[in-house]
């Protein structure tokens, strides 16, 4: 059973690289990983909203941007560290600062990356 549900965008080639990374380290199958640009996904929330930010569920909460990153670190034991030290509101709202900033240069780097993987 997954101790933790992450949404991701399946569409996104930054996203897939990430994801494909974060499956590698759970090596004990603890974060269950939902392709939210799968049409037959369903949502357990907006499909947009889900698209627009990584969304997870951790203990039944839903979260979503640095919280959701840091839930999924948290089921991680190598990434454990930073997802207890991201508990703080300060270190979280910093990472969720650095979040933001990444969302904005998102469709950039996916463009970039998106040539790079036709060529």
């Not at 897939?16 to 357990?44: G, H, K, N, S, Y």
């Not at 839903?62 to 560290?81: E, V, Y």
């Amino acid at each position: 059973m997954s101790a933790v549900t992450v949404w991701f965008d399946g569409s996104c080639p930054l996203c897939l690289r990430e994801i494909a990374l974060m499956r590698r380290l759970d090596r004990r199958d603890c974060i269950r990983f939902v392709d939210v640009a799968d049409p037959v996904t369903v949502c357990p929330i907006d499909r947009r909203t889900l698209l627009a930010r990584l969304h997870a569920e951790e203990n039944g909460q839903m979260l979503s941007g640095a919280a959701a990153f840091a839930a999924m670190w948290r089921a991680i034991p190598l990434l454990r560290p930073l997802g207890l030290v991201a508990r703080n509101r300060y270190i979280l709202g910093l990472l969720e600062w650095l979040y933001i900033k990444f969302l904005f240069a998102r469709p950039a780097l996916q463009s970039f990356l998106g040539k790079g993987k036709a060529a």
